[in-house]
């Protein structure tokens, strides 16, 4: 799997592009990431300082735009108030058009890479996670980071839910780590994952 990771200073928040038959990017922060042109952009949950960017690209590369089922259901009831922009008073720029929604359990297949949906609802109710069984990584979202856990005090948010999807990713072998935020983490997961208590 070819990977090339981005960090948007603007939201201190983490994009990702695989590069295969398919480039699919993962997450787009708030604003000019130097992404080359792409197929597909997949938002692993509706927060602004992860989608802000979406209509931008979209309208520069033509991408599809892909979100889960329940996300998108989320996050079309209203827009301000499901990315959080309006609790924290961020002007951000939300209407793009979502192309595909996607359901646990899907296979996403790009070429040599095929990734795995799993929805992980606690941060919001439709966020998901990635994994690529092949190299055992884990695309994570903000359902976990390399130290710690998604918040789930804003709305959709939910402790219990957050619980019960960090207990499936217990179920996965997972060699690489990577969060919405802050570093990757490259050795120790499954151990780690097994530590994390809300």
Request: aromatic fraction near 8%; proline fraction near 4%; charge should be negative.
């Amino acid at each position: 799997m070819k990977l090339l990771s981005f960090f948007a200073p603007d939201a201190s928040s983490n994009a990702y592009l695989i590069a295969d038959q398919k480039k699919l990017l993962i997450d787009c922060g708030m604003r000019n990431l130097p992404i080359p042109k792409i197929d597909a952009l997949l938002l692993t949950h509706c927060h602004f300082d992860h989608i802000a960017n979406a209509s931008a690209i979209q309208k520069k590369t033509g991408c599809e735009i892909w979100m889960s089922e329940a996300e998108a259901a989320f996050f079309e009831k209203n827009r301000e108030e499901a990315s959080a922009s309006q609790f924290f008073g961020v002007d951000a720029s939300l209407q793009f058009k979502i192309s595909k929604r996607i359901r646990d359990g899907d296979i996403l297949d790009l070429g040599e890479t095929k990734l795995m949906v799993i929805v992980c609802p606690g941060h919001t109710p439709g966020g998901l996670c990635l994994y690529e069984p092949e190299s055992k990584t884990l695309f994570s979202g903000d359902t976990v980071f390399a130290s710690g856990y998604g918040r789930y005090d804003l709305m959709g948010g939910d402790a219990s839910d957050l619980q019960r999807s960090i207990a499936r990713l217990l179920r996965l072998d997972v060699q690489e780590l990577y969060p919405g935020h802050g570093p990757a983490l490259k050795e120790g997961v499954n151990e780690y994952l097994k530590s994390i208590s809300i």
